[in-house]
């Protein structure tokens, strides 16, 4: 089996919950450069799914350092924030946290875990402008849709 079909096999497995069996196949493939970056990846993902942030977030760091596309890149620099965030580092998550919504402005599922983590901090008001801009700019229910210009003008006036 190749190492692409190794991988996607290995990513069914931990999705499916044999997440040892998965782990075992993807430290085969950190030879190779072309998987190295996704395999650390999916090894992080599948300590995360356990509950072991501390190893996941090793991975993550390794996964960034290795070559990833657009996507997975993305994925490792969430999954870090929000592992870190979950291990109580919460000022080093908060500046991930505010990386990712720089480099990733479009992606919406940043906002809820950066609100979590200010939270945290203890300041509520931003959490709260985060998640109000999110409701107002990607309403969930059409019945928020019809308010959305009335939300919007009162965000504004208070923000």
């Known amino acids: 089996m190749c190492n ?3 991988i996607h096999y290995a990513i069914h497995l931990r999705q499916r919950g044999n997440v040892e ?3 075992r196949y993807l430290f085969g493939l950190l030879t190779s450069p072309a998987t190295a970056g996704q395999s650390y990846l999916h090894i992080a993902w599948s300590y995360d799914k356990e509950g072991n942030e501390d190893r996941a977030l090793a991975y993550y760091r390794l996964a960034l350092a290795q070559r990833l596309d657009d996507e997975d890149r993305f994925e490792a620099e969430f999954g870090l924030a929000c592992t870190t ?7 080093e998550a908060e500046a991930l946290f505010h990386r990712l919504m720089e480099l990733y402005p479009q992606r919406s599922e940043i906002i809820p875990f950066y609100a979590l983590c200010l939270t945290a901090l203890n300041r509520p008001y931003h ?32 923000y």
């Open 85 to 91: 965030r979950c291990l109580g580092r919460l000022v």
């Open 127 to 158: 959490a709260i402008q985060l998640l109000l801009g999110l409701i107002i700019e990607n309403p969930p229910t059409d019945a928020i849709t019809h308010y959305q210009s009335s939300l919007r003008t009162y965000y504004c006036e208070i």
């Open 21 to 23: 069996q998965s782990r």
């Open 4 to 6: 692409n079909h190794l």
